[in-house]
């Protein structure tokens, strides 16, 4: 199957301006990759505010690179950190604490096999 990359572009830059913080992560990446480095840490810092885990890694790489400045990324860890903690709840702790109880279960079992 041939690869549209004007249309895989499109939709990227569509799916981030809707909001999407892995594509924005995704764009930054392929601004990385084209040597726009500064349009790359703006994506990562939209995509960090977020909630984006993986941004923040990046930005933090970035960071030692001398790419972004400790202003920069003192404001996205602070964002990352304000998204993260709006998206918590008692519902969601509780789903999560399920979820793990479950795994651990599962590898329990496993290794009685």
């Known amino acids: 199957v041939e690869k549209d990359e004007k249309k895989e572009l499109f939709h990227l830059v569509e799916a981030a301006i ?12 392929k601004e ?4 726009r ?11 960090a505010a977020q909630g984006d885990d993986d941004s923040i890694k990046e ?6 690179d ?5 202003d ?11 998204a ?3 998206a918590k709840s008692p519902h969601r702790e509780a789903a999560e604490a399920q979820r793990e109880a ?12």
């Open 18 to 29: 809707a909001g999407h913080p892995v594509a924005r992560y995704n764009l930054a990446l």
């Open 32 to 35: 990385g990759r084209s040597e």
């Open 37 to 47: 480095f500064d349009r790359a840490v703006k994506h990562f810092i939209i995509a």
């Open 59 to 64: 930005l933090l790489e970035i960071f030692k």
């Open 66 to 70: 001398g790419l972004v400045s400790k």
């Open 72 to 82: 920069d990324l003192a404001a996205a860890l602070r964002a990352h950190q304000a």
């Open 84 to 86: 993260v903690d709006s």
């Open 102 to 113: 479950a795994e651990e279960y599962r590898r329990k079992m496993k290794s009685l096999k």
